[in-house]
């Protein structure tokens, strides 16, 4: 029988690089594997016979009660399937995973992709942040296996909890960004075929030097600002288009499933992640969008946080940059238009960038 396998995550998995790499490599090993999602409405999908189940992200509103909804919503499904292996993509999925362990022989893998309880979002929420620390605290030593996507972070987690057993799994892309096909932006946003685009995908988030950007895009000639995700600071990146007079230079495209993504990075000018450090999650930042663009053939400009300054250097696809010096921004901007060639990467690099060339047989941990 083949092993049976549930990825968990409190976000929708097709919009989720990660849940998908991790979906395409087990369904290439003969696994049977299942998703456990949120999305805009309750609905079952079937995607490449994967059976995705979401949860409507409306009925989680409430503040007092979300997450108690949502620990209910994993166990009531878990409770009623046989599951070899449990892929918990969050802290909020490994929580109800790990409560009912003792009713269930399952492996419990952690995937600590980011620090929960050091989020951008909470850094001016202490009692939230406290109460989230006490869970994993409470919790995370009944894992089988951690995953981060760093050695910092897996510094960090072992130095705070000595788990056993912390693995390395990188952000990496999935094959689909390797020679994708390109659709147009200057085509369909109806640019000049001179601009440059400087490209942003992601989420809208606090801390994600959007409008750094366009205050530093807004002195260069010819160029513009293409911002392909969602999140709930775009009507704010809006009002700071006019303040920093981009508002004609500054386009949104809507989340697009991952696996659609690749056709949009490839005609862009420069990828950006311009982390900023604005908590301890955002400090040891090693975004999937660094290796996306690098596989996609964008120089990028970053922020010189530890691991992504590491990465820019070890693959010399783009330059680190202070998060906050728009003459650091500038230089490295000049730098590239000089140099472009010299940050993009060759094919053989590219291959050694991809999902399927790094993770192997992951749940054998």
């Known amino acids: 029988m083949p092993k049976k396998i549930l990825i968990i995550f409190w976000g929708h998995p097709l919009f989720d690089g990660r849940c998908m790499n991790m979906m395409n490599q087990f369904v290439?090993?003969?696994?049977?594997?299942?998703?456990?999602g949120v999305g805009t409405k309750s609905e079952i999908i079937n995607h490449q016979n994967v059976t995705i189940e979401l949860l409507d992200k409306h009925t989680l509103?409430?503040?007092?009660?979300?997450?108690?909804k949502y620990f209910?919503?994993?166990k009531n499904y878990i409770n009623s399937r046989n599951i070899d292996v449990i892929i918990a993509s969050d802290l909020y999925s490994m929580i109800p995973c790990v409560q009912l362990k003792l009713k269930h022989s399952?492996?419990?893998?952690?995937?600590?992709?980011?620090?929960y309880t050091q989020l951008g979002g909470l850094i001016n929420k202490p009692f939230i942040q406290k109460i989230w620390a006490w869970y994993e605290?409470?919790?995370?030593?009944?894992?089988?296996?951690?995953?981060v996507t760093a050695d910092i972070d897996k510094d960090y987690l072992k130095n705070l909890y000595h788990h056993p057993n912390i693995k390395i799994v990188k952000n990496l892309p999935g094959a689909c960004f390797l020679n994708n096909q390109i659709i147009s932006l200057k085509q369909n946003l109806c640019l000049n075929k001179d601009v440059q685009i400087f490209l942003y995908q992601g989420k809208f988030h606090?801390?994600?030097?959007?409008?750094?950007?366009?205050?530093?895009?807004?002195?260069?000639?010819?160029?513009?600002?293409?911002?392909?995700?969602?999140?709930?600071?775009?009507?704010?990146?809006?009002?700071?288009?006019n303040k920093y007079n981009m508002i004609d230079r500054l386009f949104f495209i809507d989340a697009v499933p991952y696996e659609q993504l690749a056709p949009f990075s490839a005609d862009a000018f420069i990828g950006l992640s311009i982390i900023q450090p604005i908590s301890k999650s955002y400090e040891h930042a090693l975004p999937n969008k660094l290796f996306e663009y690098a596989v996609s053939g964008l120089p990028v400009i970053c922020s010189n946080l530890k691991a992504m300054e590491e990465m820019i250097n070890q693959y010399n696809n783009g330059i680190a940059?202070?998060?906050?010096?728009?003459?650091?921004f500038k230089k490295a901007y000049e730098k590239i238009v000089k140099n472009y060639n010299q940050y993009v990467l060759d094919l053989k690099l590219k291959e050694q960038l991809l999902w399927?060339?790094?993770t192997g047989e992951l749940i054998n941990e």
């Open 28 to 36: 290439a090993q003969k696994y049977e594997v299942n998703i456990l």
């Open 61 to 68: 509103k409430n503040s007092l009660t979300k997450y108690f």
């Open 72 to 74: 209910k919503y994993v």
């Open 106 to 115: 399952a492996k419990i893998l952690y995937d600590s992709r980011e620090l």
């Open 137 to 147: 605290k409470k919790y995370i030593l009944k894992t089988d296996c951690i995953l």
């Open 206 to 241: 606090e801390g994600r030097g959007i409008r750094f950007s366009m205050k530093c895009i807004n002195k260069i000639p010819q160029a513009v600002l293409v911002l392909i995700g969602d999140g709930p600071m775009k009507n704010k990146y809006i009002k700071e288009a």
């Open 321 to 328: 940059i202070q998060f906050d010096s728009e003459e650091e």
């Open 356 to 358: 399927e060339n790094n």
